[in-house]
């Protein structure tokens, strides 16, 4: 019997334990398995699955009694077990079973073994016991530093990955890029472009996820010299050039920048093999965001020209284009919608109703958009509702029809502000004040706050970031806010706005 043979039958689920004691006979007269000392963890390694490594583990202790698994056994299980799906608050029995089995083995302190440890109570979720063995741990290396402080970003535990992260005595590529993306997840753009300025202080070569995260940050901020200086860092002179990874984040990152023409520029510089459905969905929500709608409904059609799939991504982002078209592109956007499923195999998602019903409320047919919300076939959330809303407030101010989607949003729990302020600018607009008054004390009382509005700018690369009613501007600011109080007058503007923020 091969050795294929074995570990095909030894890991098979359903192994009777009749057919267990055969291939233990058999095993026994294969002299060529049993004098392979290495026979089990070579077994172990070649599983075709984490689950099918982890069932086999036992039977050959069971088959083998000499079998004594050392470190290179526990790195196979150990990463066997991380990689199994683990619910939120998973059992811990898996792990500690490993753990209690390496303690009394002696090998728990191996470097490798302490690592794969740490790994795997991590990628389980329990990180309290991945610290215990980072803290205990006889020695440490890149990978134990680096293994904790991407499980603590990946959990949104930013202050102890941050203080895990100024604690490390040598600072890998690989840690760098994990802190600089945790604060990319977390939204914390302006800490992760700080971070990715410390890596290069360090001399530190960034790898492709420092890069994409350092784009997304600068598109995130609206960064558009800093992004220009990335762009210039990874093209440079001696550099390997730009992956369609890279080059799709720079597409990205330059229309949210609002540079659109350079992003049209990266994006034909592609490779054809490298523009893939990532490449074609950046470029149409570039198109999309800078009001070039057709364009964008064109490349859309020009991806699958060319053999490249949409994904649900792709789909919302065309969608959202023929909601921005102003009525011009409803037809277009139901045939879109209608065919996503027959000719594309991606079932709508909320995400896509919300953008339908958005295409139908922008271009006045509220009726419309009405009945494909309550057709839904899964519960509508805040999007869906507020594209109705809005649509209720722009065409005709329909305010018991935005009575019933603020009771409706209410009941979801997703009555936020702006909610609120949405329907007593309609009851404004129809000189309804007793129901103004009732929706802004119904506010007060539920203490439902507005959230200031912001807004960002760059001045010689640094963003700024600009607070509805904030009055701590520096003064020459202040200033040029005078002045264009006053160039707004002689104009004939209305500029009450500006009135409020100088008041």
């Given amino acids: 019997m091969s050795r294929g043979c074995a570990l095909q039958l030894l890991s098979h689920p359903s192994l009777t334990a009749a057919q267990l004691r055969q291939l233990h006979a058999h095993l026994l007269t294969s002299t060529t398995h049993l004098a392979d000392r290495f026979l089990p963890n070579n077994l172990l390694r070649e599983a075709s699955s984490p689950l099918r490594a982890l069932a086999l583990f036992p039977r050959l202790r069971r088959i083998l009694p000499a079998f004594l698994p050392n470190n290179y056994t526990f790195s196979f299980l150990l990463t066997a077990a991380a990689a199994i799906p683990a619910p939120p608050h998973s059992d811990r029995r898996l792990v500690c079973s490993l753990h209690a089995l390496a303690v009394a083995l002696g090998w728990d302190a191996h470097?490798?073994?302490?690592?794969?440890?740490i790994h795997a109570y991590a990628a389980r979720g329990h990180l309290a016991s991945a610290r215990r063995v980072f803290d205990d741990a006889c020695s440490r290396d890149a990978c134990s530093w680096t293994s904790l402080l991407t499980a603590y970003a990946r959990a949104g535990q930013l202050d102890e990955a941050r203080a895990l992260f100024d604690g490390m005595p040598h600072r890998t590529p690989v840690a760098w890029s994990a802190m600089l993306s945790a604060y990319v997840g977390a939204g914390g753009f302006a800490d992760a472009l700080e971070v990715f300025d410390g890596m290069l202080r360090a001399r530190a070569r960034p790898n492709r996820a420092a890069v994409v995260g350092a784009l997304a940050a600068c598109g995130a901020l609206g960064a558009l010299e800093q992004g220009r200086w990335v762009h210039a860092l990874v093209a440079g002179p001696g550099r390997s050039g730009m992956d369609g990874v890279v080059a799709t984040a720079l597409v990205d990152m330059y229309a949210k920048c609002g540079s659109l023409e350079a992003a049209t520029q990266v994006f034909a510089a592609m490779p054809e093999p490298e523009r893939d459905v990532f490449a074609y969905t950046a470029m149409i929500s570039g198109l999309s965001d800078h009001g070039r709608c057709g364009e964008a409904v064109e490349l859309f059609r020009r991806m699958q020209d060319r053999g490249v799939r949409p994904n649900e991504v792709t789909f919302?982002?065309?969608?959202?284009?023929?909601?921005?078209?102003?009525?011009?592109?409803?037809?277009?956007?139901?045939?879109?919608f209608r065919t996503m499923a027959t000719d594309h195999g991606v079932e709508p998602g909320v995400e896509h109703y919300g953008s339908m019903v958005d295409v139908l409320g922008r271009a006045g047919l509220l009726a419309e958009a009405v009945g494909l919300a309550r057709a839904m076939p899964m519960r509508p959330d805040s999007y869906v509702?507020?594209?109705?809303?809005?649509?209720?407030?722009?065409?005709?101010?329909?305010?018991?029809?935005?009575?019933?989607?603020?009771?409706?949003?209410?009941?979801?729990?997703l009555d936020h502000s702006g909610v609120h302020v949405q329907l007593s600018n309609m009851y404004a607009g129809s000189s309804k004040w007793e129901d103004v008054v009732r929706v802004r004390t119904a506010m007060e009382e539920k203490k439902v706050t507005k959230v200031p509005g912001c807004?960002?700018?760059e001045v010689d690369g640094v963003a700024c970031e600009f607070v509805?009613?904030?009055?701590?501007?520096?003064?020459?600011?202040?200033?040029?806010?005078?002045?264009?109080?006053?160039?707004?007058?002689?104009?004939?503007?209305?500029?009450?706005?500006?009135?409020?923020?100088l008041a």
């Fill in 468 to 501: 509805a009613g904030d009055r701590s501007l520096d003064p020459w600011i202040m200033a040029v806010v005078r002045e264009l109080d006053g160039q707004l007058r002689l104009l004939g503007h209305d500029s009450r706005h500006l009135e409020e923020l």
């Fill in 455 to 457: 807004s960002m700018v």
């Fill in 111 to 117: 470097l490798y073994v302490s690592n794969g440890l």
């Fill in 316 to 336: 919302i982002c065309v969608l959202s284009a023929c909601a921005r078209a102003s009525g011009a592109l409803v037809g277009v956007a139901k045939e879109i």
């Fill in 385 to 413: 509702l507020g594209a109705l809303l809005n649509a209720c407030r722009v065409h005709g101010g329909d305010v018991e029809l935005g009575k019933e989607l603020v009771e409706w949003l209410a009941e979801l729990g």
